[in-house]
């Protein structure tokens, strides 16, 4: 069992940042996923346990940046030049490796809400 807790949430200006945190009770393959109201859950970006392999869904790339520090067990998630359509909950997910991350991931965060303003 993996436990994981966000944090960074918030409200922005459009073009502005922010940076999400997800901690993790252990060292795991994680990722972030987001959703907004009356939308699927949308795959943000996912990051191996060594960080070698990283992932990003296409509406992002570009403009967010995952990362992790593994001394910490957390994984960052850098978001700029943030846009309205970014406004969503976001996700944290971990699971053995980052293809897991994408596609099944089994351990879930409780969510942070991200919300950009026009």
């Known amino acids: 069992q993996v436990q994981l807790v966000e944090s960074g949430g918030g409200l922005v200006q459009a073009g502005g940042s922010l940076r999400l945190s997800c901690a993790a009770s252990?060292?795991?393959?994680m990722g972030w996923f987001r959703q907004a109201p009356g939308k699927e859950r949308e795959f943000v970006a996912a990051i191996s346990s060594g960080g070698l392999s990283i992932y990003y869904g296409d509406s992002v790339k570009g403009r967010f940046t995952i990362s992790r520090d593994n001394a910490k067990n957390t994984v960052y998630l850098q978001m700029n030049s943030l846009k309205p359509e970014d406004t969503a909950v976001y996700y944290c997910?971990?699971?053995?490796?980052?293809?897991?991350?994408?596609?099944?991931?089994?351990?879930w965060g409780q969510g942070t809400q991200v919300t950009v303003s026009s």
């Open positions: 252990g060292r795991t393959a």
């Open positions: 997910a971990a699971d053995a490796d980052s293809v897991k991350v994408r596609t099944s991931a089994r351990y």
